[in-house]
């Protein structure tokens, strides 16, 4: 072994610290508190919608939310992982949560390309941009609390970790706000409910990965 | 040293709980292991450079090892990382030169044995992969291998720039 490896290893050896171990369960559990947190502040600050506070539960309202949940989980739950670096083990579930989610445009745009939806009296109304706005907003306390996690520990592919923060947190915040928007329309939900996930995706794959290099 | 998965696996929880004495042989089998899997990847005068700044990384990084999974593929992957900080490194500067021994990798080393760079070289386009072995490996210069492959010198470079950065997304990639 060369002279200076040796030196080196002597010096960290000499330097060594107990170290607190990076547990996943404790990431998850922080992932999932920002999740509870921001439904909070949003039902706290938008309040609920009438229906769903009632006690009753629209169809598309349980399949959109329930889609965007299983995809938010799955990347949150990635996202997480990525902070524990593991050769041959990279999670791959959200992929399959992500094209379900997308099947949600799609089907608002069959529906209306087929008439078997309403056309809307506007494509992108105060309504849509209020959901748009807010998902990614309402996404921001998510992003930080995984981006604080992986940068404490040592994620190897820094760009499928902004990726993944991104979904993560536009799922969190649309999640949230629909306990807020009153929309039952197909081509509301699926395009202007899905597309703070998709941008929320592109900024994180495009900003975060800087903040988790090392 | 033969690496003993438990055996390694006990060092580093022992370690992160600050027993240097556990700590320093977990360093040296780390610094054998590494010099071995850099050996098939990087020049001889940048090895003990990369195999440094891995330990470094290591270090700076302990917690992030996981005592519930096992530790090679925990360092196997910090080594990849630093591998592909060093080939952005060549592809940004085009100095270093990469030399690669292209035989199959140690049958004992399940964790290397998955990223060969054979391996990764039949992902590239086979005018990058040709002028990167060329100038890159066998030390030919661009003028050489423009002549070799009748590529032109401006199209050798394009692709020895655009063959590193796929190289190194697909090290990324690779599980």
């Known amino acids: 072994m060369p002279l200076q490896t040796e030196d080196m290893i002597d010096t960290l050896v000499g330097q060594l610290q107990p170290t ?3 547990r996943r369960s404790v990431g998850l559990a922080l992932a999932g508190l920002a999740g509870i947190a921001t439904i909070a502040i949003t039902i706290g600050l938008a309040g609920m919608r009438e229906d769903v506070a ?6 598309l309202f349980l399949i959109a939310n329930g889609l965007v949940l299983l995809l938010g989980l799955s990347a949150s739950i990635a996202a997480v992982t990525m ?13 399959w949560g992500a094209a379900a989610v997308l099947l949600l445009p799609l089907a608002a745009i069959v529906a209306l ?69 009153p929309s039952n329309s197909l081509y509301h939900v699926g395009v202007w409910h899905t597309a703070p996930i998709v941008l929320s995706a592109i900024l994180g794959r495009l900003v975060i990965p800087p903040l988790v290099r090392w | 040293m033969r690496a003993d998965e438990a055996g390694l696996a006990r060092l580093m929880v022992l370690a992160q709980r600050g027993d240097r004495a556990a700590y320093a042989s977990l360093l040296k089998f780390c610094a054998g292991w590494l010099d071995r899997y850099y050996s098939r990847r990087v020049p001889p005068c940048r090895r003990d450079d990369l195999v440094q700044e891995t330990l470094l990384s290591l270090h700076r990084k302990l917690g992030s090892y996981d005592p519930q999974r096992p530790f090679i593929p925990w360092l196997a992957a910090i080594a990849r990382y630093r591998w592909v900080d060093h080939l952005r490194a060549v592809y940004r500067s085009d100095e270093v030169v990469i030399e690669a021994d292209l035989a199959a990798p140690d049958e004992d080393e399940p964790a290397t044995a998955r990223i060969s760079l054979e391996k990764l070289f039949r992902q590239l386009p086979q005018g990058q992969a040709r002028v990167i072995e060329m100038v890159k490996i066998e030390g030919l210069s661009v003028a050489e291998a423009a002549r070799n492959t009748g590529q032109s010198e401006p199209l050798v470079k394009v692709n020895i720039h655009r063959g590193l950065k796929r190289l190194a997304a697909l090290i990324e990639k690779a599980d």
């Open chain 1, 113 to 181: 390309v087929s008439h078997a939806a309403a056309v809307p009296g506007s494509w992108f109304g105060a309504h849509d941009r209020a959901c748009l706005t807010m998902g990614l907003i309402l996404g921001l306390l998510m992003a930080g609390t995984l981006t604080a996690w992986l940068r404490r520990g040592a994620p190897v592919a820094p760009e499928m970790a902004g990726l993944l923060v991104g979904i993560a947190s536009g799922c969190t915040g649309m999640f949230a706000f629909a306990f807020y928007c």
């Open chain 1, 83 to 95: 902070a524990n670096p593991q050769v041959g083990n990279r999670p791959q579930g959200w992929r």
């Open chain 1, 20 to 22: 607190r171990v990076l």
């Open chain 1, 54 to 59: 009632a006690g009753h539960f629209p169809p």
